[in-house]
């Protein structure tokens, strides 16, 4: 684990850029015994040039066999123990766009979902409706007003909304709401400690009205909520590394876990790997890290769109050259987790690593980015959050240890 009182002690000044390049869900499996994994079947010139040319693994998020949501494995990108450090999805997708949570308000993430007559849901994600319909739908549920509490609730993305809640005497320790399965319903909020049920009836009596409110909606006509959590003040990503870091993403979750940390959130036009290269472009000057994330590599593993997801690694890859041509000292590519596309969920699978460092990388004869080069690379297996320490050395921005 990065061990952040050794890296405030090590870490030292230098004219070096880095870039952490985040294909989220990347990971995955064959669909036919000794086929491709989605990786190994797209076509990645790029990649398999700087494989050769670097070092590969694999990195294991949280703990072997646990299969980690996405704020925890970006935290473990990010050197953060997530077992240490948990954060609740809420806090983080509402930090995404710009919703204050103090301390002792409680976030959480809402998803639009669709019930039929009998009250189950039928579809998780209410179709995966627009940002654009989602949003009339969000002012209506901003406008419920319960007494003794202000709730912010706010359009996050598509089907996805933000909700804050701020008041006396709140607290977070709810369980989610969402069945994460088809056919049920979904499932009042539940409180688990005393100190949060008052929260968890005033979650049930705010899901009430909604449901009223959205009863005549033919998609987005229920809700469910998940990662209750509160502002958990974490260390900040400058004071541990020395590094003024930058993060470049579309969606608000990985915008939200990178403003926790501190790193500062960069706005952009547009969604292609070449917008992100292009962004990243644009503000090279002002910073020496990089958080760079692309989404759609996870979601088309969620919809279980095994060749498109490969599709998706192959533009990335097309548009490598030009986050190359801005000539990184050091580039990490990974994934916060992987999401098969025959699993169609995220997964424990350890997930592929690629560390690129021209100056002082060491080969070690792997020749394509895939699965099963990266678990016969040289860097082995290992906890993410052993990645930034390496991705420091490489930059040459820690000192010796010792005499």
């Given at each position: 684990?990065?061990?952040?009182?050794?890296?405030?002690?090590?870490?030292q000044p230098?004219?070096t850029k880095m870039?952490?390049?985040?294909m989220?869900g990347v990971g995955g499996?064959s669909?036919?015994p000794?086929?491709?994994?989605?990786?190994?079947?797209?076509n990645?010139?790029?990649?398999?040039r700087l494989?050769?040319?670097?070092t590969?693994?694999?990195?294991?998020?949280?703990?072997p066999?646990?299969?980690?949501?996405?704020g925890p494995?970006h935290l473990a990108?990010?050197?953060?123990d997530?077992?240490t450090?948990?954060?609740?999805?809420?806090v983080?997708?509402?930090?995404?766009?710009?919703?204050k949570v103090g301390?002792?308000d409680v976030?959480?993430?809402g998803?639009?979902?669709?019930?039929?007559?009998?009250?189950k849901?039928v579809?998780?994600?209410?179709g995966?409706?627009?940002?654009?319909d989602?949003?009339?739908?969000?002012?209506?549920?901003?406008?419920?007003e319960?007494?003794?509490?202000?709730i912010?609730?706010?359009?996050?993305?598509?089907?996805?909304?933000?909700?804050v809640?701020r008041g006396?005497?709140?607290?977070?320790?709810?369980?989610?709401?969402?069945?994460l399965e088809?056919?049920?319903?979904?499932?009042?909020?539940v409180?688990s400690?005393?100190d949060?049920?008052?929260?968890?009836?005033?979650?049930?009596a705010?899901?009430k009205?909604a449901?009223?409110?959205?009863?005549?909606e033919t998609?987005?006509?229920?809700?469910?909520?998940?990662?209750f959590?509160?502002?958990?003040?974490?260390p900040?990503?400058?004071?541990?590394?020395g590094?003024?870091?930058?993060c470049?993403?579309?969606?608000?979750?990985?915008k939200?876990?990178?403003?926790l940390?501190?790193?500062e959130?960069h706005?952009?036009?547009?969604?292609?790997?070449?917008?992100?290269?292009?962004?990243?472009?644009?503000i090279?000057?002002?910073?020496d890290?990089?958080f760079?994330h692309?989404k759609?590599t996870?979601?088309l593993?969620e919809?279980?769109?095994f060749?498109?997801?490969?599709e998706?690694?192959?533009?990335?890859d097309?548009?490598?050259p030009?986050?190359?041509?801005?000539s990184?000292?050091v580039?990490?590519?990974?994934?916060d987790?992987?999401?098969?596309?025959?699993?169609?969920?995220?997964?424990w699978?350890?997930?592929?690593?690629?560390l690129?460092?021209?100056?002082?990388?060491?080969?070690d004869?792997?020749?394509h980015?895939?699965e099963?080069?990266?678990?016969?690379?040289?860097?082995?297996?290992?906890q993410?959050p052993d990645?930034?320490?390496?991705?420091?050395?490489?930059?040459?921005r820690?000192?010796k240890?010792?005499a």
């Open positions: 684990m990065a061990d952040f009182t050794l890296m405030r002690t090590l870490h230098a004219e870039v952490l390049l985040v989220d499996l669909v036919t000794g086929g491709p994994t989605e990786l190994e079947a797209a990645t010139p790029n990649l398999d494989a050769a040319e670097g590969l693994g694999q990195t294991i998020p949280v703990r066999g646990i299969t980690p949501g996405s494995g990108l990010f050197g953060y997530p077992v450090y948990d954060v609740g999805r809420g983080i997708e509402a930090s995404g766009v710009g919703m301390k002792g976030a959480a993430r998803n639009f979902c669709t019930v039929d007559s009998s009250g849901i579809d998780r994600r209410a995966r409706i627009s940002s654009k989602a949003r009339p739908l969000v002012e209506r549920l901003d406008a419920i319960l007494p003794g509490v202000q912010d609730v706010r359009v996050l993305r598509e089907y996805r909304f933000g909700v809640m006396d005497g709140l607290a977070p320790h709810i369980h989610d709401t969402d069945p088809t056919g049920l319903p979904p499932l009042e909020a409180a400690d005393p949060s049920q008052p929260t968890a009836d005033l979650v049930n705010w899901v009205e449901r009223k409110t959205l009863a005549d998609r987005a006509n229920a809700l469910t909520l998940r990662g959590s509160t502002n958990p003040h974490l900040q990503f400058d004071e541990i590394y590094l003024n870091a930058a470049v993403a579309v969606y608000p979750m990985y939200g876990v990178a403003h940390v501190g790193m959130v706005p952009f036009d547009g969604e292609s790997p070449d917008d992100e290269f292009a962004a990243a472009a644009a090279w000057s002002a910073h890290f990089f760079i692309i759609k996870d979601s593993g919809d279980g769109a060749d498109k997801k490969a998706m690694i192959e533009k990335v097309a548009a490598l030009d986050l190359l041509d801005l990184p000292d580039l990490a590519v990974t994934g987790h992987s999401t098969p596309a025959r699993m169609k969920y995220h997964s699978h350890p997930v592929p690593v690629l690129w460092a021209p100056a002082t990388a060491r080969s004869g792997q020749t980015f895939g099963t080069a990266c678990s016969q690379g040289g860097l082995g297996t290992f993410a990645l930034m320490p390496l991705m420091m050395a490489h930059a040459n820690l000192t240890y010792g």
